[in-house]
């Protein structure tokens, strides 16, 4: 099977499986990799990655893209009050970074942890729910949530260039560390 990325998914099997198993305990829905860059995934990747590449960023967009355990939290909070409470008197400063930066990946990662934090009855479900009626969750809390983000939209991504959209550097501001 191929992505729109043009990548080809295949599926982790035998010893390479037990090694993922093992190095990677918080997921246990199984792995893909993705060829030609080796990229490893857990498997309800699948369910989102066209979605991920065609993802329509604006041009008033800040992507911040870094691999887990950078500083991306630091540089989400840095970006975002620079341009959403450059004199600290915004009220919206107080929500969770997530509602004001959203990490775009996050629904995939979600359907492999072991407690699903967006599953139907928690607290985040209905309240999307709530607050966005005509959507369905399955089509990805976070994605979505991204997408009616409050502009300019900081969104944070683990995500390679090779697996968004080819137009993503001349569209907006992407931030790499």
Same mark, same amino acid.
């Given at each position: ?14 010893? *390479? ?16 990799? /993705? ?26 967009? =800040? =992507? ?25 008197? %915004?009220?919206?400063?107080? /929500?969770?970074? /997530? ?10 990662? %979600? ?24 959507? %369905? ?7 979505? /949530?991204? *997408? ?30």
């Amino acid at each position: 099977m191929a992505l729109k990325s043009g990548h080809r998914i295949v599926p982790v099997v035998f010893e *390479e499986a037990e090694k993922q198993y093992l190095q990677f305990r918080g997921f246990r829905t199984g792995s893909i990799r /993705l060829d030609p860059d080796g990229w490893f995934f857990p498997t309800p990747f699948i369910i989102f990655a066209d979605k991920y590449y065609d993802f329509k960023f604006k041009p008033s967009d =800040v =992507v911040i893209m870094t691999y887990p355990k950078s500083g991306t939290t630091w540089t989400q909070e840095i970006v975002w009050t620079m341009m959403h409470n450059p004199d600290l008197n %915004n009220p919206k400063a107080t /929500l969770p970074l /997530l509602q004001r930066s959203p990490s775009f990946q996050l629904d995939f990662a %979600n359907y492999s942890f072991p407690v699903n934090i967006a599953a139907p009855g928690t607290f985040l479900h209905d309240t999307f729910l709530q607050d966005h009626p005509n959507c %369905n969750p399955k089509d990805g809390i976070f994605l979505q /949530l991204t *997408e009616f983000a409050e502009d300019p939209r900081i969104i944070k991504t683990h995500l390679p260039f090779s697996l968004l959209s080819p137009s993503l550097l001349e569209t907006c501001k992407v931030s790499s560390l």
